[in-house]
């Protein structure tokens, strides 16, 4: 997995963590970037941002002290057809939409198949990624300062960080509770988008 912007003192932190605290992890930061999708429903009318609100519940009631058995093979069938068409539309907010189905696509497959650790440092790239990009079509074409150390990036860096300390310190009911609570971020998405 590519960590280029992910530093590499937190790539080291999630490689490091248990399966429950990797689908924490990645749960917090695919929760974060919601709003990126709720806006892009917003102004398209495309998608359906009450579904994967209900599949993003599904991954948190997963994580949580339930005995039900959610068929998260059958919710990627499901999220595949609410992801934006890029083709037809190559917008940032559908690009931006789009990372975040794939966020969740591998929220699912860290729940039932694949490596928690990968499926977290695929979302932490992701999120990152999306920042970046952000940046990049935000500043002039001629800025070519490092973008590591732009505000917008250095919040990125220092959420993820946030969430990582707080999941490091354990991972009961109550702190899982407090790791979603820091994952909606008063309702303000990794690129700053608030609905």
Known sequence: MDTMNVTEHAATRIRALSDSQALALAAALCERMLPNYGLYTELTGQGDMHRVRVMMDLIWEQLGPSQARIDF??????????????????????????????ALSSCFDGLQKSRPIDSAMEVAQLSSAGVARFLELSRDADDDADLTQEPLM??????????????????????????????????????????
Not at 75 to 101: C, N, V
Not at 160 to 185: H, M, P, S, T
């Open 73 to 102: 093979e059958r919710q990627s069938e499901k999220l595949e057809e609410l992801e934006p068409d890029i083709d037809h539309d190559d917008s940032l907010g559908a690009r931006l939409a789009l990372e975040t189905t794939m």
């Open 154 to 195: 250095q919040d990125e860096q220092a959420f993820l960080e946030a969430v990582l300390d707080q999941i490091e310190a354990g991972l009961d009911q109550e702190q899982l509770k407090a790791v979603k609570r820091l994952a909606r971020n008063d309702g303000v998405s990794n690129v700053g988008v608030a609905l």
